[in-house]
């Protein structure tokens, strides 16, 4: 028999034990209230023995003796006194278990020669094991009791681990959960209960762990190592957002060193990952940078110089046009480098841009429009959605202005057959926000996860600055940038800046949205939220948010 199928329920033991062989139910009568007799009644009329023992029935007490508080306890449960045995066997004939509990072995003489062979007796010396099974099933229920508490203290702990938690047998069957997980799938904890492990689908973070058969699997590495295993694998999300999460399997061994239990927790270490690679961005800038004054004195020059002859050299005469045409393609090349070493010394160096007030929906709307006019004609659709209620932002206008020129390429060139694309403003909690989204042909995995490391492109073309070059001018003004895709969907890049406050303002400001002044409206406005002394709020006009000019 497998080792996790002999544990059961009481109700499935009662098969494996000979005292549920009887048929019927055990009729008693007792004899005499001494000694054993409370353990008596207490077998039979609490219900923490019934799992111990079968159905059975005191039909009544007989010679009962001189003990009066036994007496009375035994007439308050409703159980008949008669003064001899033969007066009770002749209203219960079907009595089939005589106690004795007086004591006297006359008495015990008496009832062997009187009792039929059918009825059982047990004698004064017999009503000990009962006194032990009664001390025995009083231990148990402590046990219980004591047991119960620590699982509900240990699944109070589990359940305040804001990570999600399956135990899986050796089979991979779901046998628990934490209560994160049933939280996050919106489900009982029965819909997961036997389960295979890769059908665990949350709809936070997808299959919980990894799809059948999979040797990199933690739990699978668990169980093949009989150690501690870890793994790590990303998801995207229904909205499109890049997500982590780290796979930790613990295998639970049994007495006899076999796993028969394995606990799988997977963290989600999203935004761990993202400051470590902003990490690891940073420390290439700085290599990056270290770099520049080589490549400036080393490369640059150089290739001045080429530049120069080969423009003398397209201007002479004596070139015959083979040579021409080679000579075009120097100067085409040469100029391509410039323009790389330009981009890189410019993404190295540290920016001179001075923060200022900034309508961000006049940039977008400008910027939107001169890019509809360089791509109307070749299929695109560039669409400008403004919140006119949004309030300044603290940035640079010709760098945001180089962010969307950016990101309105990179969704053109994710859509070579044309198509539509959007560009809003609007407001995301404390921040101001501008999206651009497309339809095209979206982000792999791999593509999202590496989109903002210096050089990395999957143009032929590119250099694999552009949206690092974006992160890094959005968070020299305060901001961040957020990218969602979807493969053969589209992408979504939102870049977030901080809103201009009105200088001494505290956490008590808020923004009192109106009409864009742009529109002619009333300007939004903030105000400063006091309190008098007795508690009551009063607001102060501070001032217009928006740009007058």
């Excluded at 002999?6 to 048929?23: D, H, K, M, S």
């Excluded at 059948?212 to 590495?221: K, T």
């Excluded at 007495?255 to 420390?283: C, K, L, P, S």
């Excluded at 010394?345 to 309508?359: I, Q, T, Y």
């Amino acid at each position: 028999m497998p080792e996790e199928d002999t544990l059961r329920y009481p109700e499935e033991l009662r098969e494996n034990i000979c005292l549920w062989e009887t048929e019927g139910r055990v009729r008693i009568a007792a004899v005499g209230t001494g000694p054993g007799f409370l353990s008596l009644l207490d077998i039979i009329y609490n219900e923490r023995f019934q799992q111990f023992l079968p159905d059975m029935d005191l039909v009544g007490v007989a010679e009962p003796g001189l003990n009066r508080a036994k007496l009375e306890y035994a007439k308050s449960l409703g159980i008949p006194i008669y003064d001899t045995l033969e007066a009770l066997l002749e209203d219960f004939p079907d009595v089939n278990l005589v106690v004795e509990h007086t004591g006297l072995r006359k008495t015990t003489a008496r009832l062997r020669k009187l009792l039929p062979d059918n009825v059982s007796l047990i004698d004064n010396t017999g009503t000990v094991f009962l006194c032990g099974l009664h001390d025995l099933a009083q231990a148990n229920a402590y046990c219980q009791v004591t047991l119960d508490r620590h699982r509900t203290l240990l699944q109070a702990i589990i359940d305040e681990v804001r990570e999600d938690i399956l135990l899986l047998d050796s089979h991979g069957r779901v046998v628990d959960c934490n209560r994160n997980v049933l939280e996050k799938a919106g489900k009982h904890k029965e819909d997961f209960i036997g389960k295979q492990f890769f059908e665990a689908d949350i709809p936070e973070g997808g299959m919980f762990c990894s799809i059948e058969g999979d040797e990199h699997c933690a739990y699978v590495q668990a169980l093949k190592t009989g150690e501690k295993t870890e793994a790590m694998f990303t998801r995207v999300d229904e909205e499109g957002n890049l997500k982590y999460y780290r796979i930790y399997a613990y295998p639970i061994m049994s007495e006899t060193g076999r796993i028969n239990h394995v606990v799988v927790m997977r963290r989600d270490i999203t935004e761990r990952t993202r400051r470590e690679r902003m990490q690891q961005q940073a420390e290439k800038l700085a290599v990056v940078g270290e770099m520049s004054t080589y490549l400036a004195h080393e490369i640059r020059n150089p290739l001045f110089a080429i530049a120069g002859f080969t423009n003398s050299l397209l201007k002479s005469d004596t070139a015959t046009p083979k040579e021409r045409e080679k000579l075009e393609i120097i100067a085409k090349e040469t100029a391509r480098l410039e323009h790389l070493l330009s981009s890189i010394l410019k993404f190295s160096r540290p920016s001179a841009a001075e923060v200022d007030k900034v309508n961000l929906n006049d940039v977008a709307d400008e910027t939107a429009t001169l890019m509809r006019m360089g791509y109307e004609h070749q299929g695109y659709v560039i669409e400008f959605r403004p919140t006119q209620t949004i309030p300044l932002i603290k940035a640079e206008p010709e760098l945001v202005k180089q962010c969307i020129v950016n990101l309105i390429k990179n969704s053109v060139e994710a859509m070579p057959r044309g198509g539509s694309l959007q560009v809003r403003t609007g407001r995301e909690g404390d921040m101001v926000i501008l999206e651009v989204i497309d339809k095209g042909h979206g982000m792999s995995e791999l593509q999202m996860d590496q989109a903002f490391s210096p050089f990395y492109t999957t143009k032929e073309q590119g250099c694999g600055l552009g949206l690092a070059m974006i992160r890094k001018i959005v968070d020299e003004f305060g901001g961040s940038v957020r990218l969602k895709s979807k493969e053969g969907e589209g992408t979504t890049v939102t870049l977030s800046f901080l809103p201009v406050l009105a200088e001494g303002l505290g956490e008590g400001a808020e923004w009192v949205q109106g009409g864009s002044s742009k529109e002619g409206g009333a300007a939004p406005q903030i105000v400063s939220r006091e309190h008098d002394g007795r508690g009551n709020a009063k607001a102060e006009e501070i001032g217009s948010s928006t740009n007058q000019n």
